[in-house]
């Protein structure tokens, strides 16, 4: 019998440098993150990627690849990043921040059309006010939506709003195309971040989510919180100072008002109380327009 003889996997060339490109910027970079590219238009990804131009490198080769140019770092602690990496994923290479990388990918996502099946985001409202439809299957295509109508001028305009497409719900043909004839864009297209790593601290960051007008809620919510407590306590710095002597202020004026030898505690008591509520009425009004 012959002797088997074993056969060599054949490696492109083409494979080689490009394992070799991505390796090369894996080690020269601070952040490697992983981003979905899925159900993004040609034209859409090639003005991103043109966007992120000076500020990071966008690659999108096939998964395997991406793989192993996690393995040339030999790093134990990417692991888990490496299950991040799926079909239709895009790699990208900055010495941004890793959140700093991820806001700049969801600041450039644009508006998109809604398709006929797509599952609504959140509720997809159709405002009031006057449109460019002129009369014709337009009306009957809005009455069966409930989109109540007048006619002004030969244009159809919409008295009231109406929504149309509920969170969760998936988007009909006749939603879509009435959304679609109104310039009406509900989704928003673009890289969504996944997960990085970062090279200098050998950390990974999973389940990236950057809700840019989430978090200035949120510390607008705290801000109302904390500058009433802070006086309540007597905390003294520039910002709570002038409400603190303010609140003494008050408290003088309201035990003036009594002959504290002839009146009770308990009437003295309940006119201070009910001075500060006043106050921290007033404060609470002024730290909340303070915010804006």
Do not use: C, W
Not at 4 to 9: C, G, M, Q, S, Y
Not at 15 to 24: M, P, Y
Not at 28 to 33: K, V
Not at 263 to 289: F, P, W
């Amino acid at each position: 019998m012959k002797p088997k003889v074993a056969h060599k996997t054949h490696v492109s060339k083409r494979k080689v440098e490009n394992l070799s490109e991505l390796t090369k910027l894996a080690k020269e970079n601070r952040t490697i993150l992983i981003a979905s590219i899925k159900n993004i238009p040609l034209s859409q990804y090639q003005e991103i990627s043109k966007k992120l131009r000076g500020k990071a490198v966008v690659k999108v080769p096939k998964k395997s690849i991406i793989v192993r140019t996690i393995d040339s770092l030999g790093e134990k602690s990417t692991e888990e990043f490496k299950e991040k990496i799926m079909e239709s994923t895009a790699i990208l290479f900055s010495n941004m921040d890793a959140f700093e990388l991820a806001a700049e990918l969801v600041n450039k996502r644009s508006p998109a059309k809604a398709k006929t099946g797509q599952e609504a985001l959140s509720d997809i409202e159709i405002p009031a006010g006057p449109t460019d439809l002129i009369p014709g299957p337009a009306i009957s295509e809005l009455g069966a939506l409930g989109i109540q109508i007048q006619i002004d001028k030969g244009k159809i305009n919409i008295k009231e709003p109406k929504i149309i497409v509920r969170t969760g719900e998936k988007i009909s043909a006749g939603a879509a195309d009435i959304m679609n004839k109104l310039g009406i864009k509900p989704f928003l297209v673009g890289f969504v971040p996944l997960a990085a790593f970062d090279t200098k601290e050998k950390k990974a960051y999973l389940d990236i989510k950057v809700d840019r007008e989430g978090a200035i809620s949120e510390l607008k919510h705290s801000f109302t919180k904390a500058l009433p407590f802070a006086i309540g306590i007597g905390y003294a710095s520039k910002d709570t100072i002038r409400f603190i002597l303010q609140k003494a202020a008050v408290n003088e004026m309201a035990l003036k008002k009594f002959d504290v030898s002839s009146a009770t505690k308990k009437d003295l008591k309940e006119e201070v109380v009910s001075n500060e509520e006043a106050q921290e009425h007033e404060l609470n009004i002024e730290s909340v327009s303070g915010t804006d």
